[in-house]
């Protein structure tokens, strides 16, 4: 007997076609349950989320950047905005920004929490190190910061009481789409991005991160209201 | 609670109905038999669909507000501390419900298309490719659940959703397995 022949058309097309239905189906039924959310460093996007290991200022412990988000936080709402700051101890920029940084600090340290991530960036004298980043953000003696051509004692700015957050890996820097440091974005309470240094095109002409925070913080917000611990330097 | 268990439960009987599906093609011998694993597979394939669905909801709520109503967050059993761990809750920025979504769909197809028409002349190829698809993501099973149970936040967890996609492959693949042993014992039909 021969062997049972196959259709004459194509099935194919149509087991693609019903496979697309079905797919779209459950694609759809996902997007009613719950919305995608667009996460990315953008400003009207939710901030990357990350975990790794801080520095407070006498230890390094873990961190994840969403634990600072307050997800119930609306528009005039209590909450403490985040400022995240991305530098490389060897860059000079960033060196000269850490004056800048604490004079912020000590503006608007009571209204926002203050986060510096460190990178290492591929460039020849930029190698760092956990101790490195201690020295730059305690400014105590080290000799290996600004490319190697300063002791982190001399850094410009006072000793700095926020989180330190080693990234030397670089394993969030794709996420944030970080071109260069230093660089600098500021969350809303709810950790979505309100303010990203790399779009100027939304913001009044030259603004910087003091501008933003001036515009984009509440004057009334309430200092007594805060859930989270900057470290074990204070503030 | 009972309420949001639902969905786990009818995910488990799924899971069940494939397997009571395939083991009955076993005994049954020719086109009934073939007919009935392919029907077996698309089941394990289906739950994997809603499973890998139900895994990419999660994870959007668990973005959206930073928990979730459709799985716990507490415990050994759970899922917040494994799709919500940001370091392993993406394939290169896909979430990994969405890369089950695509995988299960391809199998899908392969399935399907044997199914409308198990006698065609590339039925064999697609039988040997739903083999090989099945293959490909047995490390991607095997790697996720190192990550859950020594990686992820808090570890071991063990997320039920995950691990009703993680059998559903496996149920697939065992599916796929007999399908090309019908096909090499010319029991095809």
Known sequence: ?235 | MAVLDTPLMLFIAGLGVGSVMASIARSRGGEEGTQMMLNAGLAFIGVGLMSSGWTYAIHNSLLASGESSMCASEGLVQCGSVIGDPNWNNLFGVPWGMTGLISFSLLFFLFLSLRMDMHAKWSETFTNLSWYAGLAGLPFVAFLVFVELTQVDGAPHICPFCTVAHLSLIGFLVTAYLLRGRRESSNWT
């Open chain 1, 1 to 235: 007997m021969a062997a049972p022949k196959g259709k004459d058309e194509d099935v194919r097309l149509m087991a693609a076609l019903a496979t697309f239905g079905v797919t779209s189906i459950v694609f759809f039924s996902v997007i009613l349950l719950a919305p995608p959310v667009k996460v990315g460093p953008s400003e009207g996007e939710l901030a990357p989320d990350f975990t790794a290991q801080a520095y407070s200022g006498g230890s390094w412990n873990d961190f994840r950047l969403s634990e600072l988000f307050n997800k119930s936080w609306e528009d005039g709402g209590d909450g403490n905005w985040i400022l995240i700051q991305y530098i490389d101890t060897d860059c000079p920029y960033c060196w000269t920004e850490g004056g800048k940084m604490s004079e912020l600090h000590s503006q608007w340290g009571q209204d926002v929490t203050f986060v510096t991530v460190v990178l290492e960036l591929s460039i020849p004298g930029h190698e760092s190190s956990t101790a490195e980043i201690e020295a730059f953000r305690d400014k105590t003696s080290h000799d290996g910061c600004k490319g190697d051509s300063e002791n982190c004692a001399d850094r410009p700015g006072s000793a700095h009481s926020w989180l330190y957050v080693d990234d030397l890996a670089g394993r969030t820097a794709g996420d944030w789409e970080i071109p260069g440091t230093p660089f600098t974005a500021l969350l809303q309470p709810d950790g979505i991005v309100a303010w990203n240094h790399n779009q100027p095109e939304n913001h009044p002409s030259g603004e910087e991160m003091d501008g933003a925070l001036q515009r984009l913080v509440p004057d009334d917000h309430e200092h007594d209201d805060h859930d989270h611990d900057e470290g074990g330097g204070g503030s």
